[in-house]
């Protein structure tokens, strides 16, 4: 027996107090002995305690684990007992009380939205365990409404089949808005038509006996309740009932449904705001009102999933909620107007998904959200992710007008055209979705990745549409003595075709970001630029150009005719020139990502195997660029993106060595020779004299190698910001004022300035060697382009195969 289990021993035997005394004694310095000469692994524990008993009360003890532990209250735990002992009112509850009993309801509604379980929030209110026993009026139909309104939003929550998803797997969360409703059952169910009657009768009765502002603000608590279900069981259900006064509330009836949550706004701009609401409840646990107190269900669920600490936020925070949760199923019914304007945009569309990842997501929005654009929920497509479901939804709504066989009209609904309008306003809608709705930026690319393939096929068949409906995209144009009468790209199809380029922009965006990929998987990053998205970009470019094909002449003998000049109309979709400006745009985008991560792989020493075509790619990459500002006389669309480069030294610089030194100062050269070369006119952000500057401070004659190229760089070109006011001088001053005054050493063992010169000048070399042979080819294209014009011969074949670029 070790001395543990001794000392435990003696203790039950001697020392252990009688029943009820209070008397301990402190074991504390036994103890510690005694556990230093355990063994690894050895445990000691009481003959009658087993396991299961310790875990339990483990669990009873943590606060987290059981909200009964929290604190001990005498209170009784039921409605009808609470009544009969004349601790709660049933009936002749003034306005103000009944007032405060909707504010503190109106806090525990709030709490069980954001994810708290129904016992520890709804029904620890006594008043909505029972609500059919209550005999005030008013206070019985609120009370039943509260009730009505939280089994519809669990039932919304539960058909809209929505979970969260996880970077590693998918995996179903269950909601507490979707469990625990069923431990106080409602009875005596109320139809919805009675039900709002009452309500309308209540608020009438008290307009027109009294104008205090206790009265107004019942009624507006009230009326906001009452228009707030009316809202959400139009949304989201098909009531058979003809309730409320309206025979034909159905679904996607928009206009009666923005009208009830444009009166919940009007209301809200009153209620919760004054300064009074910051400080109530009072305590913060609402246990200092007689009608709150702990449910039977809740301490006797010792197991139960959801249990945690509530923390009651004060009225004015429940409010702020109601408002942005308001302003959010207002965002996505606002479709259109009476006349059938769309009214909807771009940032009201992304406005329901965009919170603040540190706050609880609004779960009931993006249900009903859901169920009103994808009314099928989880019947049709069950246990899918929010962000599938809703490119689901856009697939499916944004479809062209499909036009079925041997019919004459193409088949169209205003709630798609209504999507077309919005997904027209801005062709990043996907993009912003994935982002705005806080997924990681490996789901994100993993949507995107899933998408592109689709989105090919859906330009494919808004060619098709295009072609059968051509009469509608016709372009009549005057150009020089002839009437050309041109059909261009159409708009469903370019749609689309805008749609595939952004969603590639934004997959490259991903790819580059380097808390996404590490350096040892850039290179399959750089294999899927190279042999998935640039090739099937090119089969894309290829399709458009076929698209812009059909040309109808029309005699000079018309020309005159100025009814044919008349036809003149605004094309619905873009130009041919537009679409192949864009499409340059993306291709020469493509290449700036492909030569950044090239850089990269070749700053890592991660070359592929084939060098010679690794090179050759990253030559024509280099000279796409230049040909692209020649071809458009526009700048370059995009500013060189240094983060790459800034992420790449940081690592490379946290050990700066003999090895790899030469490489550090390789990269930040080029880094600034390929800015100047490529761009005509670059911008030097305070980012790029952060890397210098860590480059230098890291090594004194990494500093004093940069103060000597420097002269190979042309500055005179750049923009500087603020903060680099003098580039080169002001980070030699600052490395040699920093250096002295660091504690650690400049790292200079086994390093001399010759030998890192000969070196660096040996790779330099090579470099000037590559770059003259680089203008020579230049210089040698230029010649055939003025020969071609001219009427001369042609390149070889062999030349003009240099200029293609060979996937990898």
């Known amino acids: 027996m070790t001395e543990l289990a001794k000392s435990f021993s003696k203790l039950t035997t001697v020392d252990a107090p009688e029943p009820g005394n209070s008397d301990w004694v402190d074991a504390t310095e036994e103890f510690k002995n005694a556990c230093s000469q355990l063994k690894i692994g050895e445990l000691v524990m009481a003959k009658e305690i087993t396991l299961f008993d310790t875990l339990l009360a483990v669990e009873f003890m943590d606060p987290r684990l059981d909200t009964g532990a929290t604190k001990s209250t005498p209170k009784v735990t039921n409605f009808s007992e609470a009544v009969k002992r004349g601790l709660l009112k049933s009936n002749r509850v003034s306005i103000a009380e009944q007032v405060v009993i909707m504010d503190v309801t109106t806090i525990t509604l709030v709490a069980w939205l954001k994810g708290c379980g129904a016992l520890e929030s709804l029904f620890i209110n006594l008043y909505l365990q029972e609500p059919w026993k209550i005999e005030e009026i008013g206070l019985r139909t609120f009370c039943i409404l509260i009730r009505k309104l939280v089994n519809l939003v669990s039932s919304i929550v539960q058909r809209a089949n929505i979970y969260e998803e996880s970077s590693e797997e998918h995996h179903f969360m269950i909601s507490p808005m979707t469990v625990e409703l069923g431990s106080f059952p409602m009875h005596n169910e109320v139809p919805n038509s009675k039900l709002l009657s009452c309500l309308e009768t209540v608020e009438k009765r008290l307009i027109a006996k009294s104008q205090a502002e206790v009265v107004t603000g019942y009624v507006?608590?009230?009326?906001?309740?009452?228009?707030?279900?009316?809202?959400?069981?139009?949304?989201?259900?098909?009531?058979?009932?003809?309730?409320?006064?309206?025979?034909?509330?159905?679904?996607?009836?928009?206009?009666?449904?923005?009208?009830?949550?444009?009166?919940?706004?009007?209301?809200?701009?009153?209620?919760?705001?004054?300064?009074?609401?910051?400080?109530?409840?009072?305590?913060?646990?609402?246990?200092?009102?007689?009608?709150?107190?702990?449910?039977?269900?809740?301490?006797?669920?010792?197991?139960?999933?959801?249990?945690?600490?509530?923390?009651?936020?004060?009225?004015?925070?429940?409010?702020?909620?109601?408002?942005?949760?308001?302003?959010?199923?207002?965002?996505?019914?606002?479709?259109?107007d009476k006349k059938g304007n769309y009214l909807i945009t771009m940032k009201q569309f992304i406005k329901f998904v965009d919170y603040p990842l540190s706050e609880q997501p609004c779960l009931l929005t993006r249900s009903v959200m859901q169920l009103f654009y994808y009314p099928g929920g989880a019947l049709e497509v069950p246990l899918v992710p929010f962000a599938e479901s809703l490119r689901l939804a856009m697939e499916k709504l944004c479809m062209p007008p499909y036009l079925p066989k041997n019919a004459t009209a193409m088949e169209d609904t205003d709630l798609s055209r209504a999507f077309a309008v919005l997904m027209n306003s801005s062709y990043k809608v996907l993009p912003d979705v994935l982002r705005t709705y806080g997924l990681s930026a490996s789901r994100r690319l993993f949507h995107i990745q899933r998408l592109l393939p689709l989105l090919g096929e859906l330009i494919v068949q808004g060619d098709l549409v295009d072609r059968k409906n051509a009469a509608n995209v016709v372009e009549v144009s005057v150009r020089r003595r002839n009437l050309h009468t041109e059909t261009g790209l159409g708009n469903v199809a370019c749609f689309y075709v805008y749609l595939l380029l952004e969603n590639v922009r934004e997959y490259i965006f991903l790819s580059l970001s380097m808390?996404?990929?590490?350096?040892?998987?850039?290179?399959?990053?750089?294999?899927?630029?190279?042999?998935?998205?640039?090739?099937?970009?090119?089969?894309?470019?290829?399709?458009?150009?076929?698209?812009?094909?059909?040309?109808?002449?029309?005699?000079?003998?018309?020309?005159?005719?100025?009814?044919?000049?008349?036809?003149?109309?605004?094309?619905?979709?873009?130009?041919?020139?537009?679409?192949?400006?864009?499409?340059?745009?993306?291709?020469?985008?493509?290449?700036?990502?492909?030569?950044?991560?090239?850089?990269?792989?070749?700053?890592?020493?991660?070359?592929?195997?084939?060098?010679?075509?690794?090179?050759?790619?990253?030559?024509?990459?280099?000279?796409?660029?230049?040909?692209?500002?020649?071809?458009?006389?526009?700048?370059?669309?995009?500013?060189?993106?240094?983060?790459?480069?800034?992420?790449?030294?940081?690592?490379?610089?946290?050990?700066?060595?003999?090895?790899?030194?030469?490489?550090?100062?390789?990269?930040?050269?080029?880094?600034?020779?390929?800015?100047?070369?490529?761009?005509?006119?670059?911008?030097?952000?305070?980012?790029?004299?952060?890397?210098?500057?860590?480059?230098?401070?890291?090594?004194?004659?990494?500093?004093?190698?940069?103060?000597?190229?420097?002269?190979?760089?042309?500055?005179?070109?750049?923009?500087?910001?603020?903060?680099?006011?003098?580039?080169?001088?002001?980070?030699?001053?600052?490395?040699?004022?920093?250096?002295?005054a660091d504690d650690a050493p400049a790292n200079l063992k086994d390093q001399t300035p010759t030998t890192v010169y000969e070196r660096l000048d040996n790779n330099l070399a090579d470099e000037s060697a590559a770059a003259a042979a680089v203008e020579k080819e230049e210089e040698e294209e230029e010649e055939n382009s003025s020969r071609q014009v001219n009427g001369e011969a042609a390149a070889p074949e062999a030349e003009r195969d240099e200029e293609t670029f060979v996937p990898v």
């Open 220 to 336: 507006n608590r009230l009326s906001f309740y009452r228009h707030l279900y009316v809202a959400l069981l139009a949304m989201t259900e098909k009531d058979d009932e003809k309730w409320a006064s309206k025979k034909d509330m159905i679904i996607g009836n928009v206009t009666d449904i923005r009208r009830s949550l444009l009166t919940c706004q009007r209301l809200l701009e009153h209620l919760y705001t004054s300064k009074e609401d910051e400080k109530t409840p009072s305590p913060p646990d609402l246990s200092g009102y007689n009608f709150i107190s702990p449910c039977e269900s809740s301490m006797k669920v010792s197991s139960n999933m959801f249990s945690c600490v509530v923390e009651f936020g004060s009225l004015a925070d429940a409010g702020k909620y109601l408002r942005r949760m308001v302003g959010l199923l207002l965002s996505v019914v606002s479709i259109s």
């Open 515 to 740: 808390r996404l990929y590490d350096y040892y998987e850039l290179p399959a990053v750089y294999w899927y630029l190279t042999d998935v998205v640039l090739r099937w970009h090119l089969e894309v470019m290829q399709r458009c150009e076929g698209f812009v094909g059909i040309i109808n002449l029309v005699g000079s003998r018309d020309k005159n005719d100025r009814r044919l000049q008349k036809m003149r109309a605004r094309p619905r979709g873009p130009s041919s020139r537009d679409v192949e400006l864009r499409m340059m745009q993306a291709f020469v985008f493509i290449f700036r990502a492909y030569y950044q991560i090239s850089l990269c792989l070749r700053c890592y020493g991660l070359l592929p195997l084939d060098k010679a075509t690794f090179e050759h790619n990253e030559a024509f990459c280099s000279r796409i660029f230049c040909r692209f500002e020649a071809l458009t006389k526009l700048p370059f669309p995009f500013f060189f993106d240094y983060k790459v480069f800034l992420t790449s030294s940081a690592r490379l610089c946290s050990e700066v060595n003999y090895t790899n030194m030469y490489q550090v100062v390789r990269m930040a050269v080029k880094c600034l020779n390929t800015a100047c070369s490529i761009l005509s006119n670059p911008v030097l952000t305070g980012d790029t004299v952060t890397m210098l500057r860590v480059i230098c401070r890291k090594n004194m004659i990494a500093a004093q190698l940069l103060m000597k190229e420097s002269r190979n760089v042309r500055l005179q070109g750049f923009r500087m910001d603020d903060d680099f006011h003098a580039i080169f001088p002001l980070i030699s001053v600052e490395t040699v004022r920093e250096s002295s």
